[in-house]
C-alpha cells in the first residue's frame, strides 16, 4: 500500500492506495484537525490503526518550504520530519513535498473532468510548465521538461514583489504597504488579498458600504463572502473587488508562465479558483495573462486549464511515492494537458 498525506494549517488528509496497472486505485481516506494533534506521527498512527494494510511507500505534501528532509508548517506548533515519519512506517525514506510540488505530481493522476479549458483551440508543446494555486495564500510550481516527461519542482514564487501595472495599482501598493510594509504577490492574490482589495476600495474612497459588504465583512469568511456577492451581482463594490483579484490572478500566471517558459501549459489550482469560475471563463484572467507587451504573442499560445479535482494534492503525493516502485509508469504522462 502507497501512504500519502496533504498536510496544511487546519486539517491534514491521509489516503492509502494501490497501484491497478498504470493507475493508483484508493483504497481509504482520512481528515483530521491539525492543530489539535501533537504531532503528524501521532495522526499517522491513528489512520493506520483503523485497518492492517502495509505501507510500502509513502510522501507528504505539506504547506510550507521544504529544507532537506523538514519543514515547518504554517500555522501549527509543530513541524513535519520526513525521517520520524519513516522509522513510525519502517521505511528506507519518506518523500516530504511542498504541497504545490504535490499538486503538480497529481497532474497526471486527475480523474476525467478534473480540469477545465480557460483556452480553446491551443495544444501544448514539448517544453516546461507551471502551476500556480491561490487560497489562503499564492503557491507556484514549475514543471520541467527533459524531453520525454515533467518533473516537477517547488518554488516560493508567491512570495515576490507585486508590481503595479497602472497608477491605481500604485496607490494600491501603498495602501497594502502602510499594513505590511511589504507587498508580495500573496498578499493580494489569495482570499486575504480579496478582502484587502476591498478594504482598499472602500477607504479610498472608489466603493461604497452597503448593507451587502457589511454583513460580508462580519462573516466568519469575509473573503468568501465578498466573492459570493460579487459573483451573485449584489454588491458593485464586490464585484469590483473580485474582478480586480482575477485580473491580477491572470497577470500572475502570465508572469510564471514567462518565468518558466511554459510553452506546456499553465495549471490553475487552489481553492478559490474553482469557486469563481464564471469570473474566470468571463475573459479578464486572459487578458491579464497575454498582456505582456513585447511577449504577448509568446503568451498567447499558451493553453491554460483550471484544476477542479479537490484531492490533486493527495493524488499528487501518491504518484510520488509510487516513484519509488518497482515498475512504476503512474507519472508518463506527467503535466500533459488534456
Not at 37 to 57: D, Y
Not at 167 to 195: A, K, T
Not at 224 to 233: T, V
Request: net charge positive.
Amino acid at each position: 500500500m502507497i501512504l500519502a498525506g496533504d498536510v496544511g494549517g487546519t486539517k491534514t488528509i491521509l489516503g492509502l492506495f494501490s497501484r491497478r496497472g498504470r493507475r493508483l486505485v484508493a483504497s481509504r481516506q482520512g481528515t483530521f484537525p491539525s492543530a489539535t494533534n501533537p504531532s503528524l506521527e501521532a495522526i499517522v498512527e491513528a489512520f493506520l490503526a483503523e485497518g492492517s494494510e502495509r505501507v510500502t511507500a509513502c510522501a507528504i505534501g505539506v504547506a510550507g518550504p521544504v529544507i532537506g528532509e523538514r519543514t515547518e508548517v504554517v500555522n501549527l506548533s509543530w513541524s513535519v520530519d520526513a525521517r520520524k515519519v519513516a522509522r513510525l512506517l519502517r521505511l528506507k525514506k519518506v518523500h516530504l513535498l511542498n504541497d504545490l510540488e504535490a499538486t503538480a505530481w497529481g497532474i497526471s493522476a486527475l480523474p476525467k473532468g478534473g480540469t477545465l479549458g480557460l483556452t480553446t483551440g491551443l495544444r501544448p508543446r514539448p517544453g516546461n510548465a507551471a502551476l500556480l494555486a491561490a487560497g489562503t495564500g499564492l503557491g507556484t510550481a514549475i514543471l520541467f521538461w527533459d524531453g520525454r516527461r515533467h518533473w516537477p519542482a517547488a518554488s516560493e514564487g508567491g512570495h515576490v514583489g507585486f508590481a503595479p501595472r497602472d497608477e491605481e495599482e500604485i496607490e494600491l501598493l501603498r495602501y497594502f504597504l502602510r499594513r505590511h510594509g511589504r507587498l508580495s504577490l500573496d498578499r493580494l492574490v489569495s482570499g486575504p488579498g480579496l478582502r484587502g482589495i476591498c478594504d482598499f476600495l472602500l477607504e479610498s474612497g472608489r466603493g461604497a458600504a452597503s448593507p451587502v459588504i457589511a454583513a460580508a465583512l462580519a462573516a466568519g469568511d469575509p473573503s468568501a463572502a465578498i466573492a459570493a456577492a460579487g459573483l451573485r451581482g449584489e454588491d458593485a463594490t464586490a464585484e469590483r473587488a473580485l474582478d480586480w483579484l482575477v485580473s491580477l490572478y491572470g497577470s500572475a500566471a502570465g508572469d510564471l508562465a514567462l518565468v518558466a517558459g511554459a510553452v506546456g501549459g499553465v495549471w490553475v489550482g487552489g481553492g478559490i479558483a474553482p469557486k469563481i469560475l464564471p469570473r474566470l471563463r468571463s475573459g479578464a484572467f486572459l487578458r491579464s495573462f497575454r498582456s505582456k507587451g513585447r511577449l504577448s504573442h509568446f503568451l498567447e499560445r499558451i493553453p491554460v486549464r483550471v484544476i477542479l479535482e479537490p484531492r490533486t494534492g493527495l493524488l499528487g503525493a501518491a504518484v510520488r511515492a509510487a516513484q519509488g516502485v518497482p515498475g512504476s509508469l503512474l507519472a508518463s504522462s506527467m503535466g500533459r494537458p488534456r
